[in-house]
Structures are given as structure tokens and as C-alpha cells.
Antibody, heavy 118, light 109 residues
């Protein structure tokens, strides 16, 4: 059974870089699939951030592309998200998920709340 | 980028049928996926590829997709179905290929 677990600081200061890691268990990332990050501001809907293939190829939400970097570490079976120059608008629950070749996300991690505040 | 529009809320009595729509330009030409999200929990996939159900999802959940509207149908609604529901598609022609709908809150009366 594939499981994903997000980790990282729950509080980030404005203008700094948000860094999160998603640890994958029950499946080897190097075996395939895309892996994605999705966020949800408090009380709002889901927003796709970006996805990465096990080989390292990426695609990002154009509205965030200039600030986002997603990377993969197959040796640790995890992938990571960096979002630079954060503001209060980046406060959200951040989820990682496996993305199937026909484009749905399953399963999802439990999510981690990141608050941007000084 | 591609836009998916859902009604903000749907109310339904227990035992009745809830229908949640997801509107998009020619969405019938795309594969639509649906997620259920209960308060404080991560989204869970309930329908993929328009009408397929993952293992463990009750048959009461079904999907259809045609024209400009996709629909998630919940039959014989139970109190435990109260949640937010999101549709999602992949738009190959867009620079924003993975798109989520605006979300629908289903309230069981």
C-alpha cells in the first residue's frame, strides 16, 4: 500500500523560501509515475502547484512557475517542493500525491499546514 | 487556462440522490476525476476516468461526462457522504494542464 507523508516547517517568514518534503513508502519512486504537489488555502479550494516524473522532468502551474522548484531524490524515495519569496497568500495546507499516467491523483498525503507570518 | 465550474453547494435528504455537476468547455472530450474531502482530511479519489471507481469506493458513487458537463452522482445518500467534492481534468492543450474544479459542499439534511 502506497503512503505519502509531507514534512517541513509549519511557519515561514514573508519573503523566505518554503521547503517541504514528501516521503513515499510502499512504492519505489524510481519505478515510475508522476508525483505532485497541491495546496489548499484555509477555507478555499484545491490548487495544483506542479508535478515531477521519476526521471526528474517537471511541469508547473504557470501562476507559480517563477517561484517553484520540485525535485526528486530516488535514493531517499522522496520528492521536494521549494516555493520562494512567500507571502501571506501562500498560507495553505500543502499536499503531495501520486499522479497516475491518465492524470488522476491517488493516494494523497495527509497534508501539512504552512503559515506565512513574521 | 481551462476553467471548471461547480455549484457551491448541494443539499440532499438521506436516502435520496445527489448530483454534482462540473462544467467546462467541451469537457466531454476529457477524462474527469472526482475527489471527496471531509473536514480536516485529505482528498480521496472516488471516481476516475469519468466513471470508474477505485477499490473500496461504494457503488453508490457513479460518474458521467458528456458535452460541457460532467456529473458525479451519489445514490442512496448517507450522512457520511457529507463532504466537499472536487472535479479534476488534465488539459493537454493548456500551459496549466492539471485543473481542479471550484468545489461543491454536499450537505445531508
Amino acid at each position: 500500500q502506497v503512503q505519502l507523508q509531507e514534512s517541513g516547517p509549519g511557519l515561514v517568514k514573508p519573503s523566505e523560501t518554503l521547503s517541504l518534503t514528501c516521503a513515499v513508502s510502499g512504492y519505489s519512486i524510481s519505478s515510475g509515475y508522476y508525483w505532485g504537489w497541491i495546496r489548499q488555502p484555509p477555507g478555499k479550494g484545491l490548487e495544483w502547484i506542479g508535478s515531477i516524473y521519476h526521471s526528474g522532468s517537471t511541469y508547473y502551474n504557470p501562476s507559480l512557475k517563477s517561484r517553484v522548484t520540485i525535485s526528486v531524490d530516488t535514493s531517499k524515495n522522496q520528492f521536494s517542493l521549494k516555493l520562494s519569496s512567500v507571502t501571506a497568500a501562500d498560507t495553505a495546507v500543502y499536499y503531495c500525491a501520486r499522479r497516475y499516467p491518465l492524470h488522476w491523483f491517488d493516494p494523497w498525503g495527509q497534508g501539512t499546514l504552512v503559515t506565512v507570518s513574521s | 487556462s481551462y476553467v471548471l465550474t461547480q455549484p457551491p453547494s448541494v443539499s440532499v435528504a438521506p436516502g435520496q440522490t445527489a448530483r454534482i455537476t462540473c462544467g467546462g468547455n467541451n469537457i466531454g472530450s476529457k477524462s474527469v476525476h472526482w475527489y471527496q474531502q471531509k473536514p480536516g482530511q485529505a482528498p480521496v479519489l472516488v471516481v476516475y476516468d469519468d466513471s470508474d471507481r477505485p477499490s473500496g469506493i461504494p457503488e453508490r458513487f457513479s460518474g458521467s461526462n458528456s458535452g460541457n458537463t460532467a456529473t458525479l452522482t451519489i445514490s442512496r445518500v448517507e450522512a457520511g457522504d457529507e463532504a466537499d467534492y472536487y472535479c479534476q481534468v488534465w488539459d493537454s492543450s493548456s500551459d496549466h494542464p492539471d485543473v481542479f474544479g471550484t468545489g461543491t459542499k454536499v450537505t445531508v439534511l
